[in-house]
Each structure stands twice: as C-alpha cells, then as structure tokens.
C-alpha cells in the first residue's frame, strides 16, 4: 500500500515538474502590485539580467535565476532577494531587503 501511494506521489510531481519545465521568464516582460499596493514592471533578459520599474524609478541592476517553475530574483547587489514561482501566466514571489522589510509581489505576463 505505502508503495502504491509513494509512486502516485512520484508520478504527480514528476508530471507536475515536466508541465512547467518550459515555462521560462527568459526574455518575458511581467507587471503587477507588491503587497504594499506599489507597481512594479520586470524585464527579465536572456543574459539573466534584470531590469526594473518600481515606485522610485527604473533600474538595471538585478538578475535573476530559474530552475523549472522557481525563480530566484536579486537586485541591487542583493540588497533584495526574492524567491518565487512562474506558471504560464502569472510570477508570484515573496521579496525581502536588508532592511528587513517583506512584499509579496503577484505579476502578470505581459
């Protein structure tokens, strides 16, 4: 029986992973809100470069990285980190700075 369930429990994650494994953000554009109400606009480059619009302007200094349907986003020498999830249409991740301050940002493909 624990067999029975460990393999469909396999099979549905290897099945999830493949059917976002092409999913990128290379070279895609996303916009939304943070939790804080402020829009933002990502460009995220093919080279893994980062540009970005945010309430105080618009800057290229971040990059980013992507394994299947995680996203690791840093800008500004890593004075903030995200961390989040892509699906065909919307980015989602959590972000927080050296400050100490927390945003959820929810982006739409564009």
């Not at 700075?97 to 927390?102: G, L, V, Y």
Request: charged share 15%; proline share 1%; hydrophobic share 30%.
């Amino acid at each position: 029986m624990k067999t029975k369930i460990l393999g469909s429990v396999l099979l549905f994650l290897t099945l999830v992973t493949q059917s976002y494994a092409s999913i990128t953000v290379r070279g895609n554009h996303y916009s939304g809100t943070d939790s804080d109400g402020d829009f933002y606009e990502y460009e995220f480059s093919t080279s893994g470069t980062l540009k970005y619009t945010s309430p105080s302007g618009t800057y290229s200094n971040g990059t980013w990285q992507q394994y299947k349907s995680s996203i690791f986003i840093e800008t500004n020498g890593h004075y903030k980190v995200c961390i989040g999830i892509v699906d065909e249409t919307t980015l989602e991740f959590k972000c927080w700075n050296k400050n100490n301050q927390f945003w959820m940002h929810t982006l739409q493909k564009k």
